[in-house]
């Protein structure tokens, strides 16, 4: 426990604990859509228990100037993006300075799509029951960019799974998405790492190896 709050084990851990309450629902064609890196520990665990298929995405977030850990937003591969105008206005990001970063974003995220897939190509999520999924949610830039190019995509329904988001964030959620699946939502929120026992560092090659050992057992 975290003061009155859940500590988990691991990203695994989490994984059987949202598959717990994902199994409840009827769902209708799931995918499991990842968010490298951790979130991909989570989503494997959960596809395999829900027998869902699975893939991934890689939102890019935008750093606010001389300040790489706060985010003004986030961008997709596409150039769907998504803006914190608080933020930007915060920290005095120009017009032009938005959208330097918005173009990295899209090279990095295609970059790091390529890197993970592969040659796989890209899923049709229209008419299915799409599971968002990372293994925690800070600020929320990334998932709300997600959520949009998602959204782009025409699902039956779009539910976040989730082990911990800030109670703020999943009130913001709640909103935009058909249901969002978690574990844990605190008032006081400091970092995602805090309500792990094992939080280490995911590599590329861990997460490459992941997917294609899920992929070549015949799972989608």
């Not at 009155?4 to 059987?16: I, M, P």
């Not at 017009?95 to 049709?124: D, W």
């Not at 006081?188 to 560092?201: A, D, L």
């Amino acid at each position: 426990m975290y003061g009155n709050q859940v500590v988990f084990n691991s990203r695994e851990e989490t994984g059987k604990l949202l598959s717990e309450k994902l199994l409840r629902l009827q769902l209708k064609n799931p995918i499991v859509i990842a968010i490298p890196r951790g979130g991909v520990v989570v989503g494997c665990e959960i596809a395999k228990r829900i027998a869902a298929e699975l893939d991934i995405i890689a939102p890019r977030k935008m750093p606010a100037p001389h300040n790489n850990e706060l985010a003004i937003g986030a961008v997709m591969h596409d150039g769907s993006i998504f803006l914190n105008d608080e933020v930007i206005k915060a920290s005095g990001s120009s017009p032009s300075y938005i959208e330097n970063e918005k173009a990295a974003g899209i090279r990095e995220s295609s970059r790091r799509l390529e890197q993970y897939r592969g040659i796989k190509t890209e899923p049709s999520l229209e008419g299915r029951d799409v599971i968002l999924v990372d293994d925690g949610v800070a600020t929320g830039s990334t998932m709300e960019v997600a959520i949009i190019w998602i959204k782009k995509h025409n699902p039956s329904r779009l539910i976040v799974a989730i082990p911990v988001i800030p109670a703020g964030i999943l009130a913001k959620l709640k909103g935009i998405v058909d249901r969002v699946v978690y574990v844990e939502a605190p008032e006081n929120f400091y970092g995602i790492s805090q309500f792990y026992r094992i939080f280490e560092q995911v590599d590329d090659k861990e997460i490459i190896n992941m997917l294609q050992e899920f992929w070549k057992d015949g799972r989608k």
